[in-house]
């Protein structure tokens, strides 16, 4: 990857920091606000720059990628620890094991929730029964 002059990299830094506009990276690396969209353009335009602006891309996802599945890992390990059992007192920590799993169905986007089905059928006798005659 060729060396980017500083501006070019000040260019790169803020086009990533505000999702992607040009024009803006412009001004804030210190190009001219008459000609930021123009220069904005141009070094869109430059293979350096487009190789260093998917260097950082690559880079940005790597660390959310890595930092993800170390908080998948920790919370495992909290959910092994906290479930762990003991002979006379039972689960050692109950509501940190289900504060760990719920957490890590959050990441897992496992949290949605569960449709469930409670009509119950009972004979016509019990029904009046539990209702008091009620037709509810």
Known sequence: MA??????DAFVKAYLLNGGNATQAAISAGYSKKTANEQ???NLA???????????????????????????ELLQRIVNVAATEDGEKGMINMQSAIAAIKEHNLMQGDNAP???????????????????????
């Open 46 to 72: 430059k293979l350096s720059i487009k190789e260093a602006i998917q260097e950082h891309q690559k880079e940005a996802q790597k660390n959310f990628i890595w930092s993800k599945e170390k908080k998948l």
């Open 3 to 8: 060396k980017l002059t500083p501006k070019q």
């Open 114 to 136: 569960v449709e469930s089905n409670t009509n119950i059928k009972v004979d016509k006798p019990l029904a009046e029964m539990i209702t008091g005659g009620s037709k509810r």
């Open 40 to 42: 904005g353009a141009q």
